[in-house]
Nanobody, 119 residues
Framework: QLQASGGGLVEVGGSLRLSCAVS????????VGWFRQAPGKEREFVTALNRSGKRASYADSVKGRFTVSREYAKNTLYLQMNNLKPEDTAVYYCASYSSAGIYGTPPYWGQGTLVTVSS
């Protein structure tokens, strides 16, 4: 129901855009977002966007560098990542909440896509 893509190897300071194809039922009804898990660390919240697309939430570590957006015609969630840093290296997961707003822990998860930032 959620499938992420777009990961890869990028140099420090570079940019990358992740995509997540979401089933229509989920995309139309729920908030969606991105999480990441770095090697040896727990999974952490990156960003999320409510159902209307008018309210976004970001982790402090990515504010000003990452932008989340959703394209309703394609049922796709995007994560534009700019000015990437080595600490952004992680497996990135897209996820859907079970509400229109960004509340609690998402119950729906896609497979991850690996982002590696090289210095």
């Amino acid at each position: 129901q959620l499938q992420a893509s777009g990961g890869g190897l990028v140099e420090v300071g570079g940019s990358l855009r992740l995509s997540c194809a979401v089933s229509g039922r989920i995309f139309r009804n729920y908030a969606v977002g991105w999480f990441r898990q770095a090697p040896g660390k727990e999974r952490e919240f990156v960003t999320a966007l409510n159902r209307s697309g008018k309210r976004a939430s970001y982790a402090d570590s990515v504010k000003g560098r990452f932008t989340v957006s959703r394209e309703y015609a394609k049922n796709t969630l995007y994560l534009q990542m700019n000015n990437l840093k080595p600490e952004d290296t992680a497996v990135y997961y897209c996820a859907s909440y079970s509400s229109a707003g960004i509340y609690g822990t998402p119950p729906y998860w896609g497979q991850g896509t690996l982002v590696t930032v090289s210095s």
